[in-house]
Nanobody, 119 residues
């Protein structure tokens, strides 16, 4: 399984970015896929996930700003991030795993893409 994240960069507060996770060696629609992030000096945290059935979950603090989606034809999972804040600055990771019905557990991780939001 290889997960290639892209789309990170530098953006001003209030701006938008769209991250993409291109998968190989796996099929995104057969697995739970998720985005996590890790800011400098902080623990990695869940951002958003999508189940094999297509149900999505977004961390409460990001609801209304972040949207996760998948493109089955491209075998890709995307994260649309709007109204970005400096606190969103982090390395964003794409991951594959399972959804238990209440939580995600991931077993394959991509390399991460850096998002920097300037004030």
């Amino acid at each position: 399984v290889q997960l290639q994240a892209s789309g990170g960069g530098l953006v001003q507060a209030g701006g938008s970015l769209r991250l993409s996770c291109t998968a190989s060696g796996t099929v995104v629609s057969n697995n739970a896929m998720a985005w996590y992030r890790q800011a400098s000096g902080k623990l990695r945290e869940f951002v958003a996930g999508i189940t094999p059935g297509g149900k999505t979950h977004v961390r409460d603090s990001m609801k209304g700003r972040f949207t996760i989606s998948r493109d089955i034809a491209k075998n890709e999972v995307d994260l649309q991030m709007n109204s970005l804040k400096p606190d969103d600055t982090a390395v964003y990771f794409c991951a594959q795993g399972r959804f238990s019905g209440t939580s995600y557990s991931m077993d394959s991780w991509g390399q991460g893409t850096l998002v920097t939001v300037s004030s």
